[in-house]
């Protein structure tokens, strides 16, 4: 059974711990959580997914304050690091270089530096390291992802990505409204599209961007095009400008020759295949969601499973590179080649 702690027990530490109770083999033993009082908070936490508030059974974990006592206790083989996005290199080699494997939300860190620190530790350490990119896991994404390299409908004519939703209010000291911390919203929240781009696209010659100030610092509204130095057309948008009561919406279309694939998680039919020829059809998808499919993904590489390549250090770094450009093309107010 492989011993799950998970470091950070927020919102997204909620959403781990729900999806390593459904994976077979693996049980969180221990929680670690600077906030003294995280058993009561943990159930007033905030978060705009649903599938973080799964019963907790805080009687069966450890529960620590001190991520070196955690890691002292000796009862872990891997975690969970779900902390605010700053302390994810910091922490991530730390757990490394103590043995443990480890599943690292997304953003992998807030520069490429960083990263590069990451990847090193990890080779060092021979443990995995994997960053939670979890669209490409998402079941609709996964599902257009094959669909686009089979080439059965041709090649991609246009593609465009949209995640949209208000600003996160939940994190301590409001710690998602500050570049240095969260990167913001081309950090934090677009950079799934980012990531998913490059995932099916590899990464563009060039990017533009487009922003919306923040009042204060940073960006409430990103757009971007990713130039391939072809014919098709890739853009994509994020936000955390919406009015609250909008909630969060991602979505895609993909234009092929010969068919769209269209994806919208506010619609009731939410993922169509429209071909040029016949009726539209809603394909088959993987079971659960891309949390659930990067949590067994992890676990299948630390048992030393034979996986498919889903998402390398190199990739993920390369998507922090990505976002860092989109950024600079904002304040350049022109193209960033890469
Ligand atoms: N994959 C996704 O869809 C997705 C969605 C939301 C957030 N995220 C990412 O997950 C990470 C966490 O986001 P969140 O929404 O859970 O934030 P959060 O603020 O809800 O949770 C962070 C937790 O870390 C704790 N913490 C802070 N400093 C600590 C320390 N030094 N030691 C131990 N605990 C500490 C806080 O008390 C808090 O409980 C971020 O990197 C964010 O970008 C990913």
Redesign the pocket.
């Known amino acids: 059974m492989l011993r799950i702690g998970i470091?950070?027990?927020?919102?997204?530490?909620r959403?781990h711990y729900a999806n390593w109770s459904k994976c077979e083999n693996a049980e969180v033993t221990a929680i670690?959580?600077?906030?003294p009082d995280?058993i009561e908070?943990s159930k007033k936490?905030?978060?705009n997914?649903e599938g973080a508030d799964s019963a907790i059974d805080f009687d069966s974990l450890e529960v620590y304050?001190d991520?070196d006592k955690m890691l002292a206790g000796g009862l872990v083989d891997a975690i969970s690091i779900?902390?605010?996005?700053f302390?994810?290199c910091s922490?991530t080699i730390k757990a490394l270089e103590a043995g443990l494997h480890v599943l690292c939300?997304?953003?992998m860190a807030l520069n490429v530096d960083e990263c590069n620190k990451m990847a090193a530790a990890a080779v060092k350490s021979g443990k995995v390291l994997q960053i939670?990119h979890?669209i490409r896991f998402w079941p609709e994404y996964v599902k257009a992802k094959e669909t686009v390299d089979s080439g059965e409908y041709g090649k991609v004519i246009a593609a465009s990505f949209s995640r949209l939703g208000s600003a996160?209010t939940?994190?301590?000291d409001d710690?998602?409204a500050s570049d240095d911390h969260?990167g913001g919203v081309a950090m934090?929240l677009h950079i799934?599209d980012s990531d998913y781009i490059q995932y099916l696209f590899g990464m563009p010659k060039s990017v533009q961007a487009f922003g919306s100030p923040a009042s204060g610092k940073g960006l409430k509204c990103i757009s971007a095009r990713y130039d391939y130095g072809d014919d098709k057309l890739v853009t994509a948008e994020g936000s955390w400008a919406m009015t609250p009561s909008f909630g969060f919406e991602m979505s895609f279309n993909i234009v092929m020759e010969k068919a769209t694939i269209v994806y919208d998680c506010s619609r009731e039919k939410a993922f169509r295949v429209c071909p040029g020829q016949g009726d539209e059809f809603t394909p088959d998808v993987l079971e659960g969601d891309g949390?659930m499919l990067e949590i067994n993904h992890f676990a299948g590489l630390i048992n030393g499973e034979k996986l498919p390549e889903v998402i390398t250090l190199a990739q993920s770094t390369k998507s922090i590179e990505l976002v860092r450009a989109e950024i600079e093309s904002i304040q350049t107010s022109q193209p960033v080649s890469l």
């Open positions: 470091v950070g027990f927020g919102f997204m530490g959403m670690c959580d600077s906030d995280i908070n936490a905030g978060g997914i304050s991520f779900t902390l605010p996005t302390l994810h922490f939300e997304k953003p939670g979890c996160p939940w994190g301590a710690w998602f969260s934090d799934h949390y």
